[in-house]
C-alpha cells in the first residue's frame, strides 16, 4: 500500500536521500526541514505518515509530536535519530510516536517500517472514504485526558460498587470443619 509521506529532517542530505527512496517505492512523499515547517505541512494538507528526526534546531522532534497531538492530529510518526537512547526511545513513544528507529538506517528497515505503519493506519482499506483524522470535537472538554486533568478522572466501574462477597468464598480460620459459620467471640 502506497501513501502520502511527510519526511522531516534538518540534515538535507538524509531528508533528500529519504525522499527519493520512498518515491521509488511509490510513495508520494514531501519534505520538511524542521518540525515548525512540518506542523505548517500536517495542516495544510492530509499524510498517511511523517517520517521525523529527533534532533532539530528550533523544535526537537518530539516537540513537534506533542504539538500535533494536542492539536488532534492523529497521524502516525515513525521517529528517527542519531541519538537514539532508551530513554529517548520511550519517552518519544509516549509522546505519541508510533515508532522509534536509529542513524544510520538500513533501507531495508526503512521501507519495512514504513509499510507496516500505512498499512495499520484505520483507514488504510482499500476504497476506504477519507477520514477527518484528529479529534473531531475542539473544545476544552474533548481535550481533557486523565493524564492532564484531574477533574476528567473516570467514575469508578459499576463492578466495583456492587460486588458481594460470595458464600463460598468465607474460609476463615475460625469456620468449624462442619462447614458452620464462624464462631463469634462474646
Do not use: H, N, W, Y
Given at each position: 500500500m502506497k501513501g502520502h509521506i511527510l519526511v522531516v529532517d534538518d540534515d538535507r542530505t538524509f531528508r533528500l536521500s529519504t525522499i527519493a527512496l520512498l518515491g521509488e517505492e511509490g510513495h508520494d512523499v514531501d519534505g520538511a526541514g524542521s518540525a515548525a515547517e512540518a506542523i505548517e505541512s500536517i495542516e495544510r494538507g492530509r499524510y498517511d505518515l511523517v517520517v521525523m528526526d529527533l534532533r532539530m534546531p528550533g523544535l526537537s522532534g518530539i516537540d513537534g509530536v506533542e504539538i500535533l497531538r494536542k492539536r488532534g492530529e492523529g497521524v502516525p510518526v515513525l521517529m528517527i535519530s542519531g541519538?537514539?537512547?532508551?530513554?529517548t526511545a520511550v519517552r518519544a513513544l509516549h509522546t505519541g510516536v508510533d515508532d522509534f528507529l536509529t542513524k544510520p538506517v538500513e533501507p531495508?528497515?526503512?521501507?519495512?517500517?514504513?509499510?507496516?505503519?500505512?498499512?495499520?493506519?484505520?483507514?488504510?482499506?482499500e476504497g476506504a472514504e477519507e477520514s477527518p483524522g484528529g479529534i473531531v470535537g475542539r473544545s476544552e472538554v474533548m481535550k481533557r485526558t486523565p493524564s492532564t486533568d484531574p477533574r476528567s478522572e473516570p467514575a469508578a466501574p459499576s463492578w466495583s460498587r456492587t460486588?458481594?462477597?460470595?458464600?463460598?468464598?468465607?474460609?476463615?480460620p475460625s469456620s468449624s470443619a462442619t462447614g458452620e459459620g464462624p464462631s463469634?467471640?462474646?
Open positions: 541519538f537514539g537512547t532508551v530513554d531495508e528497515v526503512l521501507l519495512e517500517r514504513v509499510a507496516s505503519l500505512i498499512q495499520r493506519r484505520p483507514d488504510a482499506k460486588a458481594r462477597p460470595s458464600p463460598r468464598a468465607s474460609s476463615s463469634r467471640a462474646r
